[in-house]
């Protein structure tokens, strides 16, 4: 075939008028997914508004009821250490050192005590 007939032909039927290409708009199985879709959106935003309101209305209460309840009863337990105290003249009775208390198979490496050391509520082991 020749140069110019070649491009001829080609730009013939470039210029022929395409049919529409068939998308599948019409198609049932395109529908249900797309209607599927949209019904899974539409429940994952009424889910999450109702976690949000759970959240809200008995999470944040829940806690806040907690809080007071472990304040009340830290505060009566700091009251007991200071009424301990005031019986045995402003300090706390010794800890009874019993043998199965405070096992050590060997020395730690930071010391005797333990990494997590208060000296306000544990027993010092170095002394």
């Keep these: ?3 110019a007939l070649r ?4 730009t013939a039927v470039r210029a022929a008028p395409r049919r529409a290409r068939g998308l ?3 198609s049932p199985a395109l529908q249900a997914y797309q209607a599927e879709e949209k019904a899974l959106t ?3 935003a009424e889910t999450t508004e109702l976690w949000r309101k759970i ?3 008995a999470c944040l209460p829940g806690i806040a009821v907690c809080v007071a309840w472990v304040y009340n009863a830290e505060v009566a337990h700091a009251e007991h250490i200071e ?3 005031h019986e045995n003249g402003g300090e ?3 800890t009874p050192a019993y043998d199965y208390l ?3 198979g060997k020395p730690f490496p930071w010391g005797n005590n333990s990494l997590f050391f208060n000296p306000h509520a544990n027993k010092d082991m170095e002394a």
């Design 24 to 26: 599948a708009t019409e």
């Design 55 to 57: 959240s809200y209305y």
């Design 102 to 104: 405070n096992r050590r």
């Design 83 to 85: 009424h301990i105290k």
């Design 1 to 3: 075939m020749s140069f």
């Design 42 to 44: 539409h429940h994952a």
């Design 7 to 10: 491009n001829s032909l080609r």
């Design 92 to 94: 706390l009775p010794e």
